[in-house]
């Protein structure tokens, strides 16, 4: 990707924000990823009592990360691009927002899932991500910042 991107903060109070990113869930091309869409809100109301604990950004409204911060690490909720941008860096670029923010905030882990049938498995071994576990359908992953 050559151009800059729009990032902005999701706004949990925003009704427009939610529906934008259960949107580029279902439809980002993946099933497991659509179907996760519904579980977005469930992150959000489990962050309420800690709202700075949710970290979310929407790039150029077609990507977004959503995250929990935890106290040791930080644990992937969702990561998602609209199907007609893949492979243009979006993922990419999500990720490396995602690390710059752990850094700063000096948290050096951080885990997720992602589906044993997901196309973003070789992804995020790309990402340097290993896989800890399986649990379901699901691989448990990893990606250390110093390691």
Same mark, same amino acid.
């Not at 490396?96 to 050096?108: N, P, Q, V």
């Not at 995020?124 to 990402?127: E, R």
């Not at 800890?132 to 390691?147: A, H, K, Q």
């Given at each position: 990707m050559t151009r800059s991107i729009a990032w902005r903060q999701?706004?949990?109070?925003?009704? %427009?924000?939610?529906k934008l990113i259960e949107r580029i869930c279902r439809e980002s091309g993946s099933r497991a990823v659509a179907a996760h869409a519904a579980y977005l809100r469930t992150a959000?109301?489990?962050? +309420? +009592?800690h709202p700075e604990n949710l970290w979310c950004e929407i790039a150029d409204d077609v990507a977004f990360y959503m995250c929990r911060r935890c106290r040791a690490h930080v644990r992937g909720v969702d990561t998602a691009v609209l199907s007609e941008y893949h492979g243009t860096g979006y993922g990419r670029a999500l990720h490396?927002?995602?690390? %710059? *923010?752990? *850094? %700063? +905030?000096?948290?050096?882990l951080f885990t997720f899932r992602t589906s044993r049938d997901n196309s973003a498995l070789g992804f995020?071994?790309?990402?340097g991500a290993r896989i800890?576990? #399986? #649990? @379901?359908?699901?691989?448990?992953?990893?990606?250390?910042?110093? @390691?």
């Open positions: 999701f706004d949990r109070n925003s009704r %427009a924000d939610l959000i109301w489990q962050t +309420a +009592a490396e927002r995602r690390l %710059a *923010r752990m *850094r %700063a +905030a000096g948290i050096g995020w071994l790309h990402m800890m576990d #399986v #649990v @379901g359908g699901d691989y448990e992953m990893e990606i250390r910042l110093n @390691g």
